[in-house]
């Protein structure tokens, strides 16, 4: 819980009632590798703060897994839309190592939408973060050549690079496994 505290006050100041109202909305758990934590079909009950670990978020495209979401420990992940709307999920949330997470419950993440100013100021710059990082992506995925998104991926995720399958890796940035062997290859560290 003291990562999720220190995350949100890297972002906004918190006062002690903000704390406390925190730690009384979010749950914590241990989860063991290769866990599921939603499934497509079902409806995504939670947002998660990942305090320690690695979670892989993909889609089953035709049998073929994509990997859209790799995230490392410090950040928040969810199936946003099936959150908010509670409809049924596409994706997939699925820890890769042994992991730690603390969880805010729908009710309780509308009870702090409801009765706090701190949170819809903290939602906003969590979302507004993530577009940022997924139009960064879609850019990659434009301009840079398989090489370079690779290049830029190991520099600013050096934890996932070392950590995370080929197969992961290569499905998050668009390529085939082969491809990136024949990519690492190439490099020297």
């Known amino acids: 819980m003291e990562n999720l505290i220190n995350y949100i006050k890297s972002k906004i100041t918190l006062t002690q009632h903000d704390i406390d109202l925190i730690k009384n909305h ?3 758990e241990n989860v063991p590798a290769q866990t599921n934590l ?3 079909g079902k409806v995504e009950r939670y947002i998660y703060f990942l305090d320690t670990g690695i979670v892989k978020g993909y889609q089953n495209v035709d049998g073929r897994i994509v990997v859209q979401h790799l995230v ?3 950040d928040f992940f969810t199936s946003l839309d099936s ?3 509670e409809t049924p999920s596409l994706d997939y949330y699925e820890t890769i190592t042994e992991s730690r997470v603390s969880k805010i419950s729908k009710p309780d993440f509308d009870i702090l939408q409801k009765e706090t100013k701190f949170w819809s100021i903290l939602v906003k710059e969590i979302t507004n973060e993530h577009l940022s990082c997924k139009l960064e992506r879609v ?3 434009q301009i840079l050549t398989a090489k370079e998104r690779y290049m830029k991926f190991v520099n600013q995720y050096p934890k ?3 950590n995370v399958s ?3 890796i290569a499905s998050f940035l668009g390529m085939e496994p082969q491809s990136l062997s024949r990519i690492r290859k190439q490099i020297t560290f």
């Open 26 to 28: 979010f749950v914590s």
């Open 38 to 40: 939603l499934e497509a």
């Open 72 to 74: 490392a420990d410090k």
């Open 83 to 85: 959150f908010m709307t």
């Open 139 to 141: 850019k990659d995925f």
């Open 160 to 162: 996932l690079a070392l």
């Open 166 to 168: 080929i197969d992961n």
